[in-house]
């Protein structure tokens, strides 16, 4: 691994942690990777760059593990489901830091290429975790535990209920505010 990994990884792990807000400080970061404070700006020239390259590390990484998600269709409906809730509610809470740094502020104070990438890789991962949730509805309907009738309440229900998550997860990365 290099020393600029060991960078980043260093101050992710710090973010991860402690949150975003925590203050942390290049002379703290260069005694936990046990290197000098200059060696830290050979590969950063400031301290927000070195900051926003590790929070661009931790949404790729948690954009990774997202794509990663797979249904699988060896479990009924009702064990995918929780393994999904339970996945979901692990992310809201391991991935807050993620989510609360992806405001329009943060996204506007991105390097251009990387804004893209932000875009481009937010609208990618909720087609995957949408196409999951296709998959889910499709085995909760063979079981019959779905009504196959897009009018059906069970049906309904569960599709309020996945699209209200998405969209309060695509609205709080890109950095929307709600209404409330």
Same mark, same amino acid.
């Given at each position: 691994?290099? /020393?600029?990994? !060991? ?8 973010? @991860?942690?402690?949150?975003? =807000?925590?203050? *942390? @400080? ?18 950063? @020239? ?10 661009? /590390?931790?949404? /790729? ?7 990663? /998600? ?12 929780? =393994? !999904?809730? =339970? ?18 502020? *943060? ?25 999951? *949730? ?6 909760? @309907? ?39």
């Amino acid at each position: 691994m290099s /020393r600029k990994d !060991e960078i980043l990884d260093a101050l992710s792990d710090i973010i @991860t942690s402690n949150g975003f =807000q925590t203050n *942390f @400080t290049i002379s703290k970061l260069a005694k936990e990777v046990n290197i000098g404070k200059s060696t830290i700006y050979e590969y950063f @020239t400031t301290k927000d760059e070195l900051l926003r390259e590790a929070l661009m /590390r931790l949404f /790729r990484k948690a954009m990774d593990n997202l794509h990663e /998600r797979k249904i699988d269709n060896n479990l009924t409906f009702k064990q995918n489901f929780k =393994q !999904e809730l =339970q996945f979901l509610f692990q992310l809201s809470i391991n991935g807050s830091t993620v989510i609360k740094f992806m405001t329009s502020d *943060f996204k506007d104070a991105l390097p251009k290429e990387w804004r893209e990438e932000f875009i481009l890789k937010t609208r990618k991962t909720f087609k995957i975790y949408e196409e999951q *949730f296709k998959k889910l509805i499709a085995i909760g @309907t063979k079981e019959g535990i779905l009504n196959s009738d897009p009018t059906g309440i069970k049906f309904t229900l569960t599709e309020s209920l996945v699209s209200g998550a998405l969209s309060y997860i695509n609205r709080s990365m890109l950095g929307f505010k709600d209404p409330i």
